[in-house]
């Protein structure tokens, strides 16, 4: 489990401008697709010595302004469902009566807590800090978000009380290790059902057992001769209850079990269409890089006309999601349930794929050569050689000159021909760029086709 860090503050102290430096992605290989929210609540982080996951909170209004209750109430949820805290203040406006009231809130509900003090670029730190340790929370740390100020040694000091997760689960290359299938979407999509139907009417007593929050259940099966563990996300069933699912939808849970798994299922609802919270948990599945099967159920019961509506949405809605596979089923009646397991061995031999440099720099050169790259102030972008920097997601580095000016048009059509070539439907493939003009010098196994030839006739030489 990644830990879980809540930002909470009186509006304006910098909470979403923190937010966004703790969750951007850090070497920007995630382009800004079309359709994709930007503006989110919820994220990814790997800024610090662990990876985490990061809440954004409204501001917490308080003293004479009022209280706004919806906001307080989204605090403290974001507060239970986190492990740790970071309380934000303004270094330049002071303490306030709605820092108190959030001090309060963290102290009733936070697990840990840290404080700290924004916008403190330019100031002294002691000074800054001085009148904040009347909240009792502490020694107050001063930071400045919008400028980066302090903010690694904020995270090393919040995560080094972390357990860092478990080394080299990401890649997933052994072939006897199970396959982790995260199955997720909002109450009601159907997931329970799909599960149940994925495993078999015998396994449902699984699901008969209540859990927390925060937990998902892990069930595992297996399918000719293949060992695979569904994540499965669904609510929990009240044994007083058992017909009545009471499903509370938490997007940390999502987080958490698209983090556990190679693969995610995420299920919509054909009957209700796309909506904003499925778009923007596809989205948070593609940041992550995680291959991805879609399913659109409940399609029993539409007419064709609504059958065309929802393909419709599909594309329009997400257009980021052009790679990933769409299978429209019933869970209820079973239709086309079976086709979910072969698309999710798809989409994770696309994911694991090794593409050689050889192969990937031809690839680049056929591109280039079939499209060329624009001029920038009248010298052409030139992309020299391409090779693989990890896999699920393919991570396709490429070397050559002002590759930071490449339009996202032109990132779009590359990553468009290496997934013809190298078949990589069902994950998102990622680009990097690298300038300058011999960077695999004095390291191993990262030549280019060139260098490797070179390499190949010394060690003929040598060995004579
Ligand atoms: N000088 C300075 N300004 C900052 C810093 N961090 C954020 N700001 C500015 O403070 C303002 C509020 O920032 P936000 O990140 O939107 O604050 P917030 O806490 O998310 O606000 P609410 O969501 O409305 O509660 C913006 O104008 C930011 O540019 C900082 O470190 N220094
Ligand atoms: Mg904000």
Sequence with gaps: MLPVIALIGRPNVGKSTLFNRLTRSRDALVADYPGLTRDRKYGFGKLGPIPYLAIDTGGVAGGEEGVDEVTVD???????????????????????????????LARRHAKKTWLVVNKAEGLDADVANSEFHALGLGEPIAVSAAHGDRIGALMDD??????????????GADDDRELRIAVIGRPNVGKSTLVNRMLGEERLVVFAEPGTTRDSVAVPFERNDRKYVLIDTAGIRRKARVHEVIEKFSIIKALQAIEQAEVVIAVLDAQEGVTEQDVSLLGLVMERGRALVVVANKWDGLSAEQRRKVRDD??????????????????????????????????FKAAMRDMSTAELTRELEAAVIAHAPPLVRGRR???????????????????????????EAFRRYLINRFRKAFKLKGTPVRLAFKKGKNPFA???????????????RLMKRVKK
Excluded: C, W
């Design 74 to 104: 989204q605090t403290i949820r974001a507060l239970q469902e986190a492990d740790a805290a970071i309380i934000m203040v303004d270094g330049r406006s002071g303490l306030t009566a709605a820092d108190e009231h959030v001090a309060e």
């Design 158 to 171: 919040v995560l080094s009380s972390f357990a860092s997760p478990e080394a080299g689960s990401d890649d």
């Design 314 to 347: 599909l594309e329009r809605r997400l257009p980021f999601l052009d790679f990933a596979e769409r299978i429209t089923i019933s869970a209820l009646h079973g239709t086309a349930v079976g086709d979910l397991l072969p698309a999710v061995e798809r989409a």
């Design 381 to 407: 972008i030139k992309l020299r050689y391409a090779h693989q920097g990890g896999r699920n997601p393919p991570v396709i580095v490429i070397h050559g000159n002002q590759t930071d000016k490449l339009p």
């Design 442 to 456: 004095g390291r191993r196994n990262t030549l280019t086709p060139r260098q490797e030839r070179k390499r190949k």
